[in-house]
């Protein structure tokens, strides 16, 4: 039966996340760093799980010391009905991102939502209003994050007006054609699209650099290259910005506490990723 990590426990308990292409990962990076900071006896593995082998892994977690699982796309919402329970966010987002046990039950939770919305709290961000660009499966963890946080009205916006549509309409927000994104003026602007990703998308922007205004924040979710044209034009006018390696290293940090009941050093941790990412 799994159980959180700690020391001593005299078994090798395992941890891992699974996805499918699962391609580069930093968890692994940011984990095992973690248990060896703590001296806890666990180990992190990358391991790639293709959609018809989830159901198989789920059980594995349940017969083997695997204390704990990261979950990225697809199975984020594919995994719910494997689990014995999830939480209130876990529930709000649709979508779970962490496994873990406790007495005796498999849970899934969303640290993806706080990962989100701690960088924004730390700047004692709480109010105002912010226009989210993107209906994919990460604006939903965004909205949630930004509702917890009390910000509103918020504005949703996405190339597929439909998705949109939709979307703002579960979540009881406003919707705005993504042509006309741009006369939407709000407090906060947030990028969820891969747009300015490294890759395909690197160089590309979601906003038009002439409709940022100042004293608006701009944050993106993209983390790989650090600074995209979105924040790079935002600052050069002005705007405050948000990194999207903030969010991944805040819903990090969270996992390794539920896992772990311990607490990583936010600037130790930060610095480890930048390390990783890019070599500064
Ligand atoms: P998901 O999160 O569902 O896996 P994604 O491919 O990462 O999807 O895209 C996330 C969001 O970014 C989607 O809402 C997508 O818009 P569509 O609903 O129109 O597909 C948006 N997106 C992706 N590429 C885009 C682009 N080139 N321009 C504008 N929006 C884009």
């Not at 941890?15 to 001296?39: C, D, Q, R, Y």
Request: glycine share 12%.
């Amino acid at each position: 039966m799994g159980q959180q990590v700690r020391c001593g426990q005299g078994e090798t308990q395992q941890l891992g996340i699974i996805g499918f292409p699962l391609g580069h990962t930093l968890s692994p990076l940011v984990h095992n760093w973690g248990f060896s900071k703590f001296g806890l006896d666990a180990v992190y593995t990358a391991w790639p799980t293709p959609p018809e082998d989830l159901e198989s892994m789920v059980e594995r977690i349940r017969s083997e010391p695997i204390a704990g699982l990261s979950v990225t796309i697809p199975h984020k919402t594919a995994i719910i009905p494997f689990l014995d329970s999830i939480t209130g966010l876990a529930h709000a987002v649709g979508a779970v991102n962490t496994v873990f046990w406790r007495d005796g039950k498999l849970w899934g939770d969303n640290t993806d939502v706080a990962g989100f919305a701690k960088p924004l709290a730390v700047r004692d961000v709480r109010s105002g209003s912010a226009l989210v660009l993107g209906a994919g499966g990460a604006a939903l963890a965004v909205i949630v994050g930004l509702q917890e946080l009390g910000i509103g009205p918020l504005y949703l916006a996405n190339r597929t007006d439909e998705k949109a549509e939709e979307l703002a309409a579960h979540f009881d927000i406003n919707f705005i054609p993504w042509a006309e994104r741009g006369r939407c003026r709000t407090r906060i602007l947030v990028n969820t699209t891969p747009i300015g990703m490294a890759g395909k998308f690197e160089g590309l922007s979601p906003w038009n650099k002439y409709d940022f205004e100042k004293g608006q924040l701009a944050y993106d979710i993209v983390y790989n290259p650090g600074e995209t044209r979105f924040l790079r034009e935002a600052q050069s006018l002005g705007v405050n910005v948000i990194m999207g390696v903030e969010m991944f290293l805040y819903q990090a940090l969270e996992q390794f506490r539920i896992w772990t009941g311990r607490d990583l050093p936010v600037d130790e941790t930060r610095r480890l990723l930048e390390q990783a990412l890019y070599g500064t």
